[in-house]
């Protein structure tokens, strides 16, 4: 039995290649060298809403010559909102690029709109503004009806952040919205509508947060702390779920402190208190994150545990590893292992990120990760290149599952993507290569495989999972300022036992860009060149071949 379906926001549109600035770190040697890069202020990363509250032991890394490029964003950052990333006062440059626009249209009505600028009112006071449109409307083909589907996705977001800069700590407040309209996918007779399914849906988003975070590197304990409300509504009612609201007061904030030069120890605590005005109940997820960490020139180590406390909705208390070992050889080889795990909150934002399309039968429980093993192999051998090898196992207790399906009435039938929940164990492994050659060529490729297994007579779940992955991507230099770009991404699905497989993703696409004046890009792509219907992890169906071209502007 095949499916074929995906979800498809904005396709096609490839990221506008960055400008790095890179400073000197005051210790260096030939064996770590740390080279702080700017965080260009070009904001390509959409439905992100994640804080980082802690020092983080960066991923292993081998970069070219033996350079380690620190990735480290303050520990307390805005809150990143659709499109938005985070805003890092400590990585901006005096004198880059503030402001960026970029400007997307397609067939079938795609468009993307982003603009975005971070303005310094003084030498203490930061305001960054941002806002985006991006969606489509057009004909697609549809896998379980005859006809095309007229599908109608458009998300509107706009969002402000303000920082001021005290002696000690710094003062941050900001608030975001956002608006995303869309219809379901399409039943046999739409024009008779199904009461309590609707055809059409809206969501409506809407957050603010205050927050405090020290700033004074010479303080004995390093710390920060935010609350906000995070709200999110449904406008029509679903076949499971009536319409209404979910909210939550959301808190996070760390304490940590310098043993010495190279030992540090913490603590991370994040809380979300959910209020539903649907038919869900309500429970408070409470996080703790101890740990310590040691650094030196060979050796990176993580020691932590997360601790969570659920009242309601399958709560109760849970613990697992925060555990990070990076040893150093040879200059540039690192091999890594990783115990890792914890909790993982399912409310609606999470939800929408995983499908937009999200239906459900009932509440979802948090998902929970009691183990997460990785261990790997990073090296750089030769400046430009480098691999990677790795393998791992993972179990997590109300893992997510996309699933097609439908039901019938005297009058029509009815199609939508359902998420359910089981226990997931995968066995994994991986490797990749790159190489860069000055701007003349950049590329690489890499392969992974899984191997899923739920519970006893739902192998039905999996059929949107990938057992095989292949992403290769190329950009090499066609003449002065032009690029010319081609990206492949194959994957197969898990086997569904006597089910069969759900339908490969194959994806081929190529475009080229074409830089002016250090500032302007523009750019055109050909995406979906093969033509092909397939399933993603979210389920709904793709575009065949489409083209969008575009310009950039960094100001």
Same mark, same amino acid.
């Given at each position: 039995?095949?499916?074929?379906?995906?979800?498809?926001?904005?396709?096609?549109?490839?990221?506008?290649?960055?400008?790095?600035?890179?400073?000197?770190?005051?210790?260096?040697?030939?064996?770590?060298?740390?080279?702080?890069?700017?965080?260009?202020?070009?904001?390509?990363?959409?439905?992100?809403?994640?804080?980082?509250?802690?020092?983080?032991?960066?991923?292993?890394?081998?970069?070219?010559?033996?350079?380690?490029? *620190?990735?480290?964003?303050?520990?307390?950052?805005?809150?990143?909102?659709?499109?938005?990333?985070?805003?890092?006062?400590?990585?901006?440059?005096?004198?880059?690029?503030?402001?960026?626009?970029?400007?997307?249209?397609?067939?079938?009505?795609?468009?993307?709109?982003?603009?975005?600028?971070?303005?310094?009112?003084?030498?203490?006071?930061?305001?960054?503004?941002?806002?985006?449109?991006?969606?489509?409307?057009?004909?697609?083909?549809?896998?379980?009806?005859?006809?095309?589907?007229?599908?109608?996705?458009?998300?509107?977001?706009?969002?402000?952040?303000?920082?001021?800069?005290?002696?000690?700590?710094?003062?941050?407040?900001?608030?975001?919205?956002?608006?995303?309209?869309?219809?379901?996918?399409?039943?046999?007779?739409?024009?008779?509508?199904?009461?309590?399914?609707?055809?059409?849906?809206?969501?409506?988003?809407?957050?603010?947060?205050?927050?405090?975070?020290?700033?004074?590197?010479?303080?004995?304990?390093?710390?920060?702390?935010?609350?906000?409300?995070?709200?999110?509504?449904?406008?029509?009612?679903?076949?499971?779920?009536?319409?209404?609201?979910?909210? &939550?007061?959301?808190?996070?904030?760390?304490?940590?402190?310098?043993?010495?030069?190279?030992?540090?120890?913490?603590?991370?605590?994040?809380?979300?208190?959910?209020?539903?005005?649907?038919?869900?109940?309500?429970?408070?997820?409470?996080?703790?994150?101890?740990?310590?960490?040691?650094?030196?020139?060979?050796?990176?180590?993580?020691?932590?545990?997360?601790?969570?406390?659920?009242?309601?909705?399958?709560?109760?208390?849970?613990?697992?590893?925060?555990?990070?070992?990076?040893?150093?050889?040879?200059?540039?080889?690192?091999?890594?292992?990783?115990?890792?795990?914890?909790?993982?909150?399912?409310?609606?934002?999470?939800?929408?990120?995983?499908?937009?399309?999200?239906?459900?039968?009932?509440?979802?429980?948090?998902?929970?990760?009691?183990?997460?093993?990785?261990?790997?192999?990073?090296?750089?051998?030769?400046?430009?290149?480098?691999?990677?090898?790795?393998?791992?196992?993972?179990?997590?207790?109300?893992?997510?599952?996309?699933?097609?399906?439908?039901?019938?009435?005297?009058?029509?039938?009815?199609?939508?993507?359902?998420?359910?929940?089981?226990?997931?164990?995968?066995?994994?492994?991986?490797?990749?290569?790159?190489?860069?050659?000055?701007?003349?060529?950049?590329?690489?490729?890499?392969?992974?495989?899984?191997?899923?297994?739920?519970?006893?007579?739902?192998?039905?779940?999996?059929?949107?999972?990938?057992?095989?992955?292949?992403?290769?991507? &190329?950009?090499?230099?066609?003449?002065?300022?032009?690029?010319?770009?081609?990206?492949?991404?194959?994957?197969?699905?898990?086997?569904?036992?006597?089910?069969?497989?759900?339908?490969?993703?194959?994806?081929?696409?190529?475009?080229?860009?074409?830089?002016?004046?250090?500032?302007?890009?523009?750019?055109?792509?050909?995406?979906?060149?093969?033509?092909?219907?397939?399933?993603?992890? *979210?389920?709904?169906?793709?575009?065949?071949?489409?083209?969008?071209?575009?310009?950039?502007?960094?100001?």
């Amino acid at each position: 039995m095949k499916y074929i379906s995906t979800i498809l926001i904005c396709a096609g549109l490839w990221p506008v290649s960055t400008i790095c600035a890179q400073k000197g770190a005051e210790k260096d040697s030939t064996l770590n060298r740390t080279v702080v890069v700017e965080n260009q202020y070009n904001p390509e990363v959409m439905d992100a809403f994640k804080v980082n509250v802690m020092p983080e032991v960066e991923e292993p890394a081998a970069p070219k010559q033996a350079i380690q490029y *620190a990735t480290d964003r303050h520990p307390l950052g805005a809150w990143k909102v659709t499109p938005m990333e985070a805003m890092s006062r400590e990585w901006a440059q005096k004198g880059a690029d503030r402001g960026y626009v970029r400007l997307v249209y397609g067939n079938l009505n795609n468009v993307d709109l982003k603009g975005s600028y971070l303005w310094d009112i003084s030498s203490k006071d930061q305001l960054g503004v941002m806002a985006s449109l991006y969606g489509r409307n057009g004909e697609i083909p549809h896998f379980l009806s005859p006809d095309d589907w007229k599908s109608r996705f458009y998300r509107t977001d706009v969002s402000l952040d303000y920082r001021h800069d005290f002696r000690s700590v710094a003062l941050k407040l900001g608030g975001a919205f956002a608006s995303q309209v869309f219809n379901y996918m399409p039943s046999l007779q739409e024009d008779e509508r199904i009461e309590y399914f609707p055809t059409t849906q809206r969501y409506t988003l809407g957050e603010g947060y205050v927050g405090v975070v020290s700033r004074d590197k010479d303080l004995p304990i390093q710390f920060g702390l935010q609350t906000g409300l995070r709200s999110f509504s449904t406008r029509y009612d679903t076949y499971y779920m009536r319409h209404g609201s979910e909210n &939550i007061v959301h808190t996070e904030g760390f304490m940590a402190g310098n043993i010495n030069d190279e030992q540090q120890v913490g603590v991370g605590l994040e809380m979300d208190n959910l209020i539903h005005g649907v038919s869900q109940q309500d429970y408070t997820l409470a996080q703790l994150n101890p740990y310590y960490t040691l650094q030196n020139e060979v050796l990176r180590l993580r020691l932590g545990a997360h601790v969570d406390v659920q009242t309601a909705n399958g709560g109760g208390v849970k613990a697992a590893p925060d555990v990070k070992l990076e040893y150093t050889f040879a200059d540039s080889y690192v091999v890594y292992v990783n115990l890792l795990g914890g909790s993982r909150l399912n409310d609606f934002r999470r939800l929408n990120d995983f499908s937009p399309y999200w239906v459900v039968a009932q509440q979802m429980k948090t998902s929970y990760t009691p183990l997460d093993a990785k261990l790997g192999l990073k090296a750089s051998p030769v400046t430009g290149l480098g691999f990677e090898l790795y393998g791992g196992y993972r179990i997590t207790k109300n893992e997510l599952f996309a699933v097609p399906g439908g039901f019938a009435t005297d009058k029509q039938n009815v199609f939508y993507t359902g998420i359910w929940q089981d226990k997931g164990k995968v066995g994994y492994g991986g490797a990749s290569v790159s190489y860069a050659y000055r701007d003349w060529v950049d590329f690489s490729l890499s392969g992974a495989y899984y191997n899923w297994t739920v519970t006893e007579g739902n192998e039905g779940l999996l059929q949107l999972k990938p057992q095989a992955k292949v992403d290769f991507g &190329i950009r090499a230099k066609v003449v002065k300022d032009c690029h010319a770009l081609l990206s492949y991404n194959y994957e197969r699905r898990q086997k569904m036992g006597e089910l069969g497989r759900a339908n490969d993703v194959n994806n081929l696409s190529v475009g080229a860009e074409y830089e002016l004046l250090n500032r302007f890009n523009v750019f055109a792509r050909l995406n979906n060149l093969l033509n092909k219907t397939y399933a993603t992890e *979210a389920g709904y169906p793709v575009e065949g071949l489409h083209f969008m071209a575009g310009i950039s502007c960094r100001f």
